[in-house]
């Protein structure tokens, strides 16, 4: 690399941030990886009528196995992941990934499993997942689970229209679905998907639900509150009992976003205060990798009541008569004619690759490894908390309270105010740092905020360097704020234009024909 | 106890001391005594890696999967080979690990990815839009229906019983929230009925969604629904097997509005139904109206090339209530593996390997259909699955041919009571002609046992075999 211009604030080269080009762009005509097997069967004309018939072939890379491995190998590069970095997104639980779990679902057994295959040769795969139901239950303290819906938004859907069947089987037609201002933003759009009205209850000045502003607005046209406890402020909400007292005095149900459960394990469990319906992250606190934005899995505990409505298929283990060991099918009728289950949410029986993983973890952990997990999570969080109140306290103070679950907000409205630069300054220039920045913007209700989750396998000398890191971006902006609104330097590419793009919207590559 | 966490007592004395407690209990200060589990969690103790690898074994092998027989299962998912460079680069941390691309700037690899991946979704159902793909493919279909609903307001759908049963019963279960109404048109020797689909239509139908090629393996004439549909300004649907692009038109040639479908067989792996990912594209009049993330090109702050999530204005945390759809994450890390696999293909690959899948699927479907007791159950054109009647108990047959070693497919019976005697073989560039000759041989002696009347028999035998171990 010597003798190539650098960038002053960098270690990066001109050719290092070389025009992006795409694999479209690469390879050569008549170029290729693949090789088809031998034709071995007789070959007849004429087998698709000519106006089903492709006239062109889709303009698909032309390339050799080497240059695809580097292409996708350099823009691998291009990515901050959790393995090289410290991660701390709020409200997202970016926790390690345990690479047993991806050994153990890419065995052929569990990996080439045909979803179809008959419940009897399949036996392994619906003993797995009934014992994943099972202690998931005993995790959200509900006994019933489903492990069908795809992902946190997924779950979500799938407790809304279980609300809606189970108010509909009582003859109510209820309209609306109350959500607090700090709720995960797939909270209000799954209820308009669901065929509610979003009402919104307010906060209290600590964070919490308004109980007052709650009770004002919970009547018999109310079919759900959405909640997620401890919240997106990082807040347990200390009038639990009394809000779920409110919500089923009117007859509603009290929905869970399961987000936040890594910050409860072995203290609380959603059925113990009172839910109906929780919704689990798998890719949150279960250790699913988020894949860059997805696979994930959203599986719902619910309490007796909602049972009768739960999604089909589901896992249930059989006695066999002649004492034998049980038996696990798919009861794919839930009671036939007479069911009273909201159907189907997806196809198949849900993401079972990331079943075996999280089961894996929970019998790595047991119990009590949960029960660590959450201690150690909350004790990171109030630990990193106390370091950033102690250097930049003043500049960005905690929004709520005096100490947190497992996550917390902070405000960047005084370092605007007094130094002129915006909390996605600070994310832009932590960047630089070699940190990948916490959630901002988010909660709405917090001006300029910093949403920080560290988790639980963080060690302490690295929320020690976050806190340095962000205490050096204050002091930086201090003498030259000028620096921190221009960054980051050291990274493939600058600030981008997300205005541009989104006025004319270029979401495919211009191919020669 | 395997925990991944990291505080020695040291540690803990340093940190509780900051933080100014007494104890990592009192941090647990504010969570009410009565709603307090007061237990311990009632697990199983955790087990070192090494015993939960066994388990995890133990569980994998009571399972019989397509690496354990020969096997035409597919309805839906389907056996394809996957190739090496898909595990390789979808292992890598750098893809595996990261969340969603909200800082673009370290997040230009996933984002390119995903830039790549719609032009490749894009160019394969020839449509101009493509998001960063959806959970899946029964609820893509749902979620087109709701595109549908915001784009025109009307409250009926029409979809076709050639429609994945999964995909019509997510559909009926997503409706009760939509305040749509479904109305199934049903086939006619194979395909969907047009007369009967014509006779459906209104001015009040917001969509028509059919299968291509259908569920049970016939080509459907994508244009001559689309004409009918939009004789009444209804929205075209069309739910796709996108390995079978190369080969048959791109249902976007053809008048579909919107085409979305399950992306397994694009080098992901079957993984017993999932994950894999949903593929939705559309026409650019739609791209506002698009539920998930959408990549697109941008420049940066010194004008070089470069890639962000784009028209969130669409999405839940700008617009809430209001959003085109309550999906907030896309497949990414499977998408990864079908735009991988669709470079691996390449151009004359996706058509040497349809055109391969599509003559053997011709020789299966003559071959199986000359044996005594097996019919075709229709005769449309099919690519790569087709159905037979059997004139012997399917349930049956099916279990004779597993006991040789060979699973001949799915019983029709399972989701569509006129078919009862119906068997839906899939065939993909991993079942050779050798193997196919075998499931001749085994499917035409099955059913010849079966037409003898020997079936109490071998249905006692199988009883008896019951938590199989069949390696």
Redesign the interface.
């Known amino acids: 690399m010597t003798g190539e211009r650098s960038d002053p604030f960098t270690s990066q080269t001109e050719h290092q941030r070389e025009r992006a080009t795409t694999i479209f762009e690469k390879g050569a005509p008549r170029r290729r990886a693949f090789r088809a097997p031998e034709l071995d069967v007789p070959a007849v004309e004429g087998l698709i009528p000519a106006a089903q018939r492709r006239g062109t072939p889709p303009r698909l890379p032309e390339a050799s196995e080497p240059e695809i491995v580097r292409h996708y190998v350099n823009l691998s590069k291009r990515n901050f992941d959790l393995d090289s970095g410290f991660y701390p997104l709020g409200s997202c639980t970016m926790k390690h990934n345990p690479r047993l779990h991806e050994r153990v679902a890419a065995l052929p057994g569990h990996a080439r499993l045909h979803p179809l295959q008959d419940p009897r040769r399949a036996q392994g795969a619906l003993e797995l997942m009934f014992n994943l139901q099972e202690s998931l239950a005993e995790i959200a303290g509900l006994p019933h689970v489903s492990l069908q819906p795809s992902a946190g938004s997924h779950g979500e859907l799938a407790g809304v229209l279980l609300t809606r069947a189970y108010h509909a089987d009582r003859g109510e037609q209820r309209t609306k679905v109350l959500t607090p201002d700090s709720a995960h933003s797939t909270n209000p759009a799954t209820v308009t998907m669901a065929g509610y009205e979003v009402v919104k209850v307010a906060l209290d000045a600590a964070g919490g639900v308004d109980v007052d502003d709650l009770r004002a607005k919970a009547d018999d046209s109310v079919a759900c509150l959405m909640l997620t406890n401890p919240s997106t402020l990082g807040i347990f909400d200390p009038n639990i009992e009394e809000i779920a007292s409110i919500v089923h005095g009117v007859g509603a149900t009290l929905y869970y976003d399961g987000a936040n459960l890594n910050a409860i394990m072995g203290y609380s469990r959603p059925g113990d205060m009172g839910f109906d319906i929780v919704h689990f992250n798998l890719h949150k606190t279960f250790t699913q990798p988020h894949g860059g934005g997805g696979p994930g899995a959203g599986p719902i505990a619910v309490s007796d009541r909602i049972e009768p409505y739960l999604p089909r298929p589901q896992v249930v283990r059989r006695a066999p008569s002649n004492g034998g060991p049980p038996t696990f099918d798919l009861d794919d009728d839930r009671g036939g004619s007479e069911s009273k289950s909201i159907g189907k949410l997806r196809g198949f029986q849900g993401n079972y690759g990331v079943f075996v993983r999280t089961y894996a973890y929970i019998r790595s952990l047991g119990g009590e490894g949960l029960q660590d997990v959450s201690e150690v999570a909350v004790l990171n969080a109030n630990y990193l908390l106390a370091r950033l109140r102690e250097k930049v306290g003043d500049r960005l103070p905690l929004a709520f309270g005096e100490r947190c679950m497992h996550e917390f907000v902070l405000s960047g409205a005084p370092m605007k105010k007094e130094l002129g630069i915006r909390t996605l300054d600070v994310a832009k220039r932590l960047l630089d740092h070699g940190f990948h920045p916490p959630t901002v913007y988010f909660p709405l209700v917090v001006d300029e905020a910093l949403l920080i989750e560290p988790t639980e396998t963080e060690t302490r000398e690295t929320l020690d360097a976050f806190a340095d890191a962000i205490a050096a971006i204050v002091a930086e902006a201090e003498q030259d704020p000028e620096i921190a609104r221009n960054a980051p330097y050291t990274t493939p590419v600058r600030r981008l234009d997300e205005a541009g793009a989104a006025k004319r919207p270029r979401v495919r590559e211009v191919l020669p024909d | ?7 020695t007592a040291e ?2 004395a ?3 001391d ?4 007494g104890s ?1 209990e009192e ?2 200060d ?3 005594v ?4 007061g237990r ?10 090494q015993a ?2 066994a ?14 027989e020969i ?1 035409f ?1 597919g ?3 389907y ?1 394809h080979y996957v ?1 090496s ?1 898909v ?3 979808m ?20 984002l ?2 995903m ?2 991946y ?3 979704i ?3 159902t020839g449509l ?3 998001n ?2 959806v ?5 893509a279909v749902g979620a087109a229906a ?1 595109l549908a609903k915001l784009t025109n307001k009307r409250r009926r759908v029409l979809v076709g019983r050639g429609v ?1 049963p ?2 019509r ?2 559909l ?3 409706a ?4 749509m109404e479904v109305a199934e048109i049903g086939l006619d020797d194979g395909v969907t009925d047009l007369a009967a689909l014509r006779d459906a239509l209104g001015d009040d139908v917001s969509a028509v969604i059919l299968q291509q090629p259908n569920f049970i393996g016939a ?1 459907e ?3 001559a629904i689309a004409d009918a549909a939009h004789g009444h300004g209804a929205l075209v649907i069309c739910a796709a097997d996108p390995l079978t ?6 249902p976007g040639n053809q008048g579909a509005d919107l085409v979305v479908g ?1 992306g397994q067989s694009l080098g992901n ?7 894999s ?1 949903g593929f939705f594209a559309a026409t650019e009049k739609h ?1 506002r109206s698009m539920p998930g ?10 004008g ?5 999530l ?4 669409r ?3 700008i ?5 085109t ?12 593996g079908g ?2 696999y ?12 349809g ?2 899948i ?3 699927t ?2 299966a479907r003559e071959t199986l259909s000359a044996l005594d007791g097996v019919d075709k159950l229709h005769d449309c ?1 099919v ?1 790569r699955e087709f159905a037979l009647r059997l004139d012997a108990d399917v349930g049956r047959v ?1 279990e004779r041919c ?1 006991a040789a070693g060979v ?1 001949a497919g ?1 019983a029709l019976g399972r989701s569509y009571e006129e078919f009862g005697d119906g068997l839906l073989v899939a065939i993909t ?1 991993q079942r ?3 193997d ?1 000759d075998r499931l001749a041989e085994v499917l035409g002696a099955a059913v010849a046992a079966e037409r003898a009347g020997a079936g109490a028999q071998v249905a006692a035998q199988v009883t008896s075999s ?3 171990s ?1 390696r």
């Not at chain 2, 784009?310 to 204005?313: E, N, P, Y």
Request: net charge negative.
């Open positions: 106890m395997a925990g991944y966490t990291s505080v540690d803990l340093i940190m509780l900051a933080i100014g407690v990592v941090l647990f504010a969570i009410p009565g709603v307090r589990l311990p969690i009632d697990l199983p103790p955790g087990e070192p890696e939960v690898y388990e995890l074994r133990r569980l994998a092998a009571r399972n019989v999967s397509a690496e354990d096997t299962l309805a839906g998912m056996d190739p460079i595990d390789m680069l292992s890598r941390s750098e893809f595996l690990t990261p969340y969603t691309p909200y800082q673009p700037e370290v997040s230009q690899g996933g390119q990815v830039f790549e719609q032009t490749a894009s160019e394969l101009p839009v493509s960063a793909s959970y899946e493919g029964p609820s709701y994945h999964h995909s019963a997510t009926e279960t997503l009760v929230g939509y305040g080509i004439d994508v244009q692009l190369g080969v048959l038109e791109a399950e792996r079957l993984d017993f139904g999932g994950p990912f791209i993330r959408i990549a697109g090109e941008t420049t940066d702050a010194d070089r090339r470069g890639f962000v784009t028209l969130q204005t999405e839940q945390h617009r809430r209530e209001k959003a759809s309550n999906i907030c994450t896309s497949q990414a890390l499977n998408a990864l735009v991988v669709l470079s691996w293909l390449g151009r004359r690959g996706i058509v040497e390997l055109e391969l599509l003559q053997r011709h020789y054109p690519v099916l597993a699973n799915y560039e050779s002609r050798a196919i019951e938590g199989l069949l």
